[in-house]
Nanobody, 123 residues
Framework: QVQLVESGGGLVQAGGSLRLSCAAS????????MGWFRQAPGKERAFVAA????????SYADSVKGRFTISRDNAKNTVYLQMNSLKPEDTAVYYC????????????????WGQGTQVTVSS
């Protein structure tokens, strides 16, 4: 079992930055690939970024490439999403996901999900 708790969301003006964190419970965090998804009002949940167990491989949605950076600290059981140059269309609830398979995280998310954190970008 892995429990995920996101934090760091909030209200920011367009062009600003936020860093989301996802803290995971359990002693096997380093064996999981991690990802971030987001769901805007009236839309389906969509992939944002993913990182493999070691941090050596990352993937991003085209809409966030060059602006968002995913990273992880296995010693702290935490994955991060640094979001720069935020746009109003980035407004959504952001969810953290975990799965033992990287290929699952980059597509459907995986076995474990956090409760989400709201990010609102004003124009």
């Amino acid at each position: 079992q892995v429990q995920l708790v996101e934090s760091g969301g909030g209200l920011v003006q367009a062009g600003g930055s936020l860093r989301l964190s996802c803290a995971a419970s359990g002693r096997t965090f380093s064996s999981y690939a991690m990802g971030w998804f987001r769901q805007a009002p009236g839309k389906e949940r969509a992939f944002v970024a993913a990182i493999n167990w070691s941090g050596g491989s990352t993937s991003y949605a085209d809409s966030v490439k060059g602006r968002f950076t995913i990273s992880r600290d296995n010693a702290k059981n935490t994955v991060y999403l640094q979001m720069n140059s935020l746009k109003p269309e980035d407004t959504a609830v952001y969810y953290c996901a975990a799965d033992r398979k990287y290929t699952v995280v980059v597509t459907t998310g995986g076995d474990y999900w956090g409760q989400g954190t709201q990010v609102t970008v004003s124009s």
